[in-house]
């Protein structure tokens, strides 16, 4: 028994720039509006990637002398940032990063 592989379907060559669908049609993307949507997008990386440095290196590494004093529990605050706190914030940033992404797919109108 083999299998017959279907072509694949051709494409109009607008990739990336067509929008989400709404009542069959497509919608057009300007460039400005394109290179807005990306914009959002890479200033959300940004900030998201700057909290996650600041709780893994620099409370949890860099500072780690510093914040030895501070217990939370029974343990030094270092260690918990390093050891619990980073992984516990990491996948909060994970959350953060999905809803806000949403919001911004709803404004720019491309969710699904």
């Not at 669908?21 to 919608?27: A, D, I, K, M, Y």
């Not at 460039?31 to 807005?36: D, M």
């Amino acid at each position: 028994m083999t299998k017959v592989a279907t072509p694949p379907k051709k494409s109009s060559g607008k990739g990336a720039q067509s929008g989400g669908r709404r009542g069959g049609g497509r919608q057009e993307w300007s460039p400005e509006k394109a290179s807005a949507y990306w914009k959002r997008n890479l200033r959300l990386i940004g900030v998201l990637l700057a909290i996650w440095f600041v709780v893994s290196y620099l409370l949890g590494l860099i500072l780690a002398n510093a914040l030895y004093g501070v217990r939370i529990g029974q343990l030094p605050m270092s260690f918990w940032f390093a050891q619990q706190g980073a992984i516990f914030v990491f996948v909060i940033l994970i959350f953060v990063y999905c809803w806000l992404m949403d919001r911004i797919d709803k404004e720019f109108d491309v969710h699904e």
